[in-house]
Structure formats: structure tokens, C-alpha cells
């Protein structure tokens, strides 16, 4: 294993930080563009020995941003591809309350039951998420790596890594553009930095 960069996609179009969307493409914003710019910036120095990304255009524009300083291709992967909402993608979570009241009461109390309408359930989506995780093994401890993806994928990614119940992915909180850190190791993890976005600071 490796040490691991994992990025959340920048910010996107269509009133994305009020509305639920998962398996839409939806692209980044001017504003989104630009906080993966400021990644770029802040991660420029960094050894990448490889980078995967999400292969929803918010995420992989994301990587390609960053990745145009390295020497290093892009490899998009449909494992890291956010949660499908189903029938709540697009809603606010008002909407989605009028709508399907019974699934937001399971999603309110976290429950491993819950399965969105149409969509993914939590354990479809966890065993989608984990099935990424056989990529990394080519990897040295001595390798940087970075992934680009959405938040829930992420917070399962720390989950498993960490040795956590994917239960706990609701505990972990991934703002836009945020830069979180790992060292992984053959039978171990550990978490050196959490949801850090210093690099947004200023940005318009």
C-alpha cells in the first residue's frame, strides 16, 4: 500500500451544495475549476506515482486539473463513483422529506437499511466503493497516491481503510475540495490530516 491524497471534486454546477446529486454528471463551476487549481497549486511538489479518479466529470475534471503538473495519467474508475440516489437525485432534502418520508427516516438514523428509491442501497454501494480498494496493492509504502471522488466514497474508502463499520462514514465530515491524508501499510492505516481545504483560503 501507499501513501494516499484523497481529494473531493470541487464545487459544480446545478445548486449542487442544496441538492442531492450522485450518479448525475454534473460538471464543475467557474468556482469549482478554480479550487481544483488551487489543489493543483498546493499539490504540485507532491511524487505522485499514480492518481485514480471517479469517472463522473466533476471528480475526473478534478484530477486532470490536478494531475496536469505530473507526469502521470488520470485512470478513471466506475468504483469511485458516488452514490445513485434514485428517485432522490436532484432534491433538497425538504423535497426528498415530502416525497419519500420513510427513506429520509432511515437515512435521518443512519440504518444500514436504507435504500434509496430506484437507487443504491448502503450495502451495494459500501461493496462497490470496497471493491476499489485491490487497486492499491500494486502499490509501494514508499508511492504517493492520489484518488479523486465524492464524499460518500471517500468516507467509505476511510472506513475500510481505518478498520472502521462503514456505519461511521456519517461521522466523517469532506467539504469541497477538501485534501485528507492516509499512510497505508500492509496490515495498518493511519489518518495523518482530515478535511483540510487551507489551500481555499481567499478564494473567490
Known amino acids: 500500500m501507499s501513501r494516499l491524497l484523497l481529494v473531493r471534486h470541487g464545487q459544480t454546477e446545478r445548486n449542487s451544495a442544496q441538492r442531492y446529486w450522485g450518479r448525475t454528471d454534473v460538471k464543475l463551476s467557474p468556482a469549482g475549476i478554480r ?5 493543483r497549486d498546493r499539490l504540485a511538489e507532491a511524487p505522485l506515482s499514480a492518481v485514480y479518479s471517479s469517472d ?3 471528480a475526473s475534471a478534478t484530477a486532470e486539473i490536478i494531475a496536469s ?3 502521470v495519467a488520470v485512470t478513471t474508475c466506475p468504483e ?3 452514490i445513485d440516489f434514485g428517485g432522490i437525485e436532484g432534491l433538497t432534502f425538504d423535497e426528498a422529506r415530502q416525497l419519500y418520508p420513510e427513506v429520509v427516516r432511515l437515512w435521518a438514523e443512519q440504518s444500514p437499511k436504507l435504500k434509496y428509491p430506484a437507487g443504491d442501497s448502503i450495502t451495494e454501494f459500501s ?3 470496497i471493491s476499489f480498494v485491490p487497486r492499491l496493492a500494486k ?4 508511492e504517493t497516491v492520489l484518488i479523486v471522488a465524492h464524499s460518500g466514497v471517500l468516507r467509505t474508502l476511510l472506513c475500510q481503510l481505518l478498520g472502521m463499520e462503514t456505519r461511521h462514514l456519517w461521522q466523517i465530515r469532506l467539504d469541497l475540495a477538501s485534501l485528507s491524508v492516509t499512510e497505508t501499510y500492509s496490515q495498518s492505516a493511519m489518518l495523518c490530516s482530515l478535511n483540510d481545504v487551507c489551500h481555499l483560503r481567499g478564494n473567490g
Open 35 to 39: 479550487q481544483a487549481e488551487r489543489l
Open 56 to 58: 463522473l466529470r466533476r
Open 69 to 71: 503538473r505530473h507526469d
Open 80 to 82: 469511485l463513483r458516488e
Open 127 to 129: 461493496n462497490r466503493v
Open 139 to 142: 502499490h509501494t509504502e514508499q
